[in-house]
Each structure stands twice: as C-alpha cells, then as structure tokens.
C-alpha cells in the first residue's frame, strides 16, 4: 500500500516536535491569558483550536474551564486526540469558521498551522477568525521563529509539508490588516539566555533563543494589566535578530580584543626589553665565568707552585727553629753575663769603698802623726 506523509505525520511529530508531556507543558505558558477570557456568565466560552494534531492545548483549554474544540484534516493525529476523550472536527479550518456564525467564538488558536498554507488561505483564514470571535475575543497563532538562524535555516526545513517561515513583522501585519486592533509578538520555546562573553551571548542568540513565536491579536484592545503588552513583557525571550544588541556585543569583543592586542603588544616590547637585559646579564655572566676559570687557573698555578716550594719553606723552617733556639740560649747566656756583670760591679764597688775607706784612715793617721 502506498504511504503518503500524511500517513507518516503523527510518527514525524512524535519524533520532532516531542512528547504530549513536553508540549502541553510548554503550552501551560499562555495560561495568564486564558484568565482573561469571559466565562460562561458573561459570554461564549467555545474555544476552537485550528490544526490542533494530538489535542495538547485542547486539554490545556477545558482545563482552564473553556469549551475546546479541534479541527484537523490529518485523520491519524484526530484519532489519536480522540481516543483522549477530546473533541475533534475532520475538516478544513478555513471552512470550519466559514460555518461558524459571527462572534461565537472566545479563543481561536493555532499552534504550527499557519506556516502549512498560502498566503492567500491565511489572509481568508485571519478575516475569518476576526469575524467569528466574541468583541473579548483572544487569537493565538504560534509558529517557528525564522529570527532564530537555526529554525530559519534548518530546522523549519525538516518538515516537507511547511510552506514557508513567516517572520513575526509579517504576521502582525496580516493580523492587523485583519482588523485586530490590538497586536502583539511574544517569542517563545528558547534556551535562556547565558551569562558570558559577549561573542557568546551574541551565538547564543541567534541560535538558541526564541525557536518559536506567537502572534497574540484581540478584536477590541485593552488597557491596563489585561493589555497583551504586559503579557509580552513579563513572558517573551529576546529578539534572536537584535541586531542593535549583537552589534553592541561584538563592539565590547572588537574593544576587548583591541585592547588585548594593545596590551599583548605592551607586553611583547616589555619582553623584548627583558630578553635585551637577560642577554647583556648573560653577557655579564659569561665575563664573570671568565674571570673565575682565570683565578682558578692562577690558584692550580700557585698551588704547583707553593707544592714544589714546600720543602724549602720546611728546611728554612727547621732552620729558623734552630736559629730561634741559638736565639734563645744566647738570651739567656746573655741574662747569666748581665747577672754576673751587675755582681762584678757590685763588688767591684765594695772593693773600691774598702780601699778608699783604708785610704782615708791611713791618711787621716799620717795627718795625725805629723800634727804631733
């Protein structure tokens, strides 16, 4: 039996798009809205949901007290949304609203339609939705984000059945030619947003954030906390095509690395001016070797020398011994001179004292006799 992809379509969402868990998480996002949509007291609460495939929002709508309804043309995916206990009309979505009447409906939503069909079908499809929604009525049409470079150039592609990327200028300006008075993008399904350096930041962006977007429109605006606006600035990811940001980013990196360049040039003159001194210092160095293998030299020279000069220096040592000894015992015969020399003279001057004494007396008896 021959396949076609629509026989194949429910096994490429299981596989590309993720699990019913994951994605009825990721819708769980737009419940904030939701709030806001009139119950059943106030008006109709039939929420209608264009493509709806495996029927994730439908649960997220009766969830939030809302009377969903599903419409696809793929029978495999209705089935499966079906046999869920969900509420699924097999039928074109642009003739499905044509046989709805004027404001019956309070939420339209389509989650990765709207890149399935022409552009002309889209612009019946949106006049559609403006007429069968209720004057508080809320639109939502999700789709990928051809700002991220990777949805834009890759994986938008993976399935054969998109048309093509509608850029999210595009949309809200086929959403307000519609006649929806108030507009609004809020990018969506990213990774967050890293802390790093600015060419990362700027990758990142394009890359990886904001991987979807929706276009939220109402037929009559509002003001205050219930404004889309507020919704879009408490919720949406940065814009993957900032060019104003990335541009500021890569500005930083361009002065970063000027000033790196500036500073690795600073240091490359500083090294150079070290290898210049570690030259003259090796220089210094080799001048200083020099010297001491000249002293060292000199010192084997006089140590040869002062060894073949040993025995000498001990001969005129022995002999300086004896010396020092003749030396030394004439000192001390001269002490034994000297003590008899000062005993002679002792006793020479007692000898002499002695004759002079008898001298004297001899004299002093001769004067003596004579006087008689």
Known sequence: MKKSFDDLYKAFEDRFRGSREHVKERL???????????????????????GCGRGE???????????ATGVDTNARMAQEATDNGLKIELQDALEHLVGRPDDSVAVISAFHMVEHVPTDYLIGLLDECRRVLTRDGLLILETPNPENVSVGTHTFHLDPTHRSPLPPTLLEFLVEQAGFEETAIVRLN?????EAGPIERSVHLMFEVARDYACLARKRAKEGPEALAGFVQSTSQQHPADTGRIRQWLGSADDEIAGLSAARAELTSHTDQLHQRIASFTDQAQSMQNEIDGFRDAIASLAHHTGSLEPEVASLAHRTGNLEAEVASLAHRKGILEAEITLAHQKLSAFESTIVQKVIRRVSGLISKLSK
Do not use: C, F, N
């Open 28 to 50: 769980q996002i737009y419940q904030p809205l939701l709030a806001q949509v009139p119950r059943k007291a106030e008006g109709p609460t039939l929420a209608i949901d264009l």
């Open 190 to 194: 990213g990774a967050p947003m890293i």
């Open 57 to 67: 929002w439908l649960e997220v709508l009766a969830e939030a007290g809302l009377e």
